[in-house]
């Protein structure tokens, strides 16, 4: 367990249909991550914050994917109008900008699939 | 060219051998460079990190980084069969970047 929390950790939704997942990171980590992994391939960066503040943002994102991270605490990952080509693990990271190499501990993941 | 390459494997080694897995990257301004181990249907667990030339070592497992050859990999001694995983090797500049990992089966 690296500290990281997801919620959910499944999620079974059918196409067209809204979901939002949470990630509480490490808490004394400001940067926190959002990637996308399919099967057979590794993390693809989405979003990331630097506490409320959200720096970069993958144009691989429609705009039918937003994130928050109000207090720069936890955060939320929203997906509207779901389609099937979303069917993925959602992983959360999370870590400290002051740790010089910026390494990044993983949450367990939300496991979206779309019928 | 891809950003972050690694071959998928699979790579079958025996059991107490030495398993080494290779990743080059593409980006010479890369600074900092992570292993990490996913055990399928799981999140990536990182195993160590290394962001000078030369080796770096913890337990079992080596990391060593040519910065020159774009070149970095990972040895784990006297493997054992809790080590059959994917390793992802992930890049980092301005943002972290993984390859698509190795999957690494160890034969008991």
């Known amino acids: 367990d690296t500290g990281v929390s997801q919620d959910p950790r499944h999620k079974i939704t059918k196409r067209g249909q809204n979901v939002t997942f949470r990630c509480d990171p490490i808490s004394e980590h400001n940067r926190l991550y959002w990637y996308r992994q399919t099967l057979g391939q590794g993390p693809e960066f989405l979003t990331y914050?630097?506490?409320?503040?959200?720096?970069?943002k993958s144009r691989l994102l429609s705009d039918r994917f937003s994130a928050e991270r109000p207090k720069g605490s936890f955060s939320t990952l929203e997906i509207q109008r779901t389609e099937q080509g979303d069917s993925a693990m959602y992983l959360c990271?999370?870590?400290?900008?002051?740790?010089?190499?910026?390494?990044?501990?993983f949450g367990p993941g939300t496991r979206l699939t779309v019928l | 060219q891809k950003e972050v390459e690694q071959n998928s494997g699979p790579l079958s080694v025996p059991e107490g051998a030495i398993a080494s897995l290779n990743c080059t990257y593409s980006d010479r301004g890369s600074q900092s460079f992570f292993w990490y181990r996913q055990y399928s249907g799981k999140s990536p667990e990182l195993i160590m990190f290394i962001y000078s030339n030369g080796d770096k070592e913890d337990g079992r497992f080596t990391a060593q980084l040519n910065k020159a050859s774009q070149y970095v990999s990972l040895l784990i001694r006297d493997s054992q069969p809790s080590d059959s995983a994917t390793y992802l090797c992930?890049?980092?500049?301005?943002?972290?970047?993984f390859g698509k990992g190795t999957r690494l089966h160890i034969l008991p």
């Open positions: 990271a999370s870590s400290s900008q002051g740790a010089g190499t910026d390494t990044q501990y």
């Open positions: 992930a890049v980092k500049r301005d943002k972290i970047i």
């Open positions: 914050f630097q506490n409320e503040a959200q720096l970069e």
